[in-house]
Nanobody, 121 residues
Framework: VQLQASGGGLVQAGGSLRLSCAGS????????MGWFRQSPGKEREFVAA????????SYADSVKGRFTISRDNAKNTVYLQMNSLKPEDTAVYYC???????????????WGQGTQVTVSS
């Protein structure tokens, strides 16, 4: 599974961005997908996950109510809509592909390259 994230950029606090992650491979539509982020000097942290049908999602407490994960299996793409962005959301965002969805405990063996999100105050 190969993953390509895009959509990052510079935005003012309170603004919005939508990240996309395009996947290749026949198994994409059957996989759980996730978004993670990493800020300088910090460990990579979970942001959101979605099951293969899109019917189940989970979020980190820090983004709940502001971020929405979704997917379009016909396009082999997963999205992360980020609203009401805060400076503390600044990070490199990574998408990842897993197998069985178990919420935040989903294992993600496949990772894409990151896309930088910078939120100015």
């Amino acid at each position: 599974v190969q993953l390509q994230a895009s959509g990052g950029g510079l935005v003012q606090a309170g603004g919005s961005l939508r990240l996309s992650c395009a996947g290749s491979g026949r198994t994409f539509s059957s996989r759980a997908m996730g978004w993670f982020r990493q800020s300088p000097g910090k460990e990579r942290e979970f942001v959101a996950a979605i099951n293969w049908t899109g019917s189940s999602t989970s979020y980190a407490d820090s983004v709940k109510g502001r971020f929405t994960i979704s997917r379009d299996n016909a396009k082999n793409t997963v999205y992360l809509q980020m609203n009401s962005l805060k400076p503390e959301d600044t990070a490199v965002y990574y998408c990842a592909a897993g197998a069985d969805y178990v919420g935040r405990s989903t294992r993600f063996p496949y990772w894409g390259q990151g896309t930088q999100v910078t939120v100015s105050s």
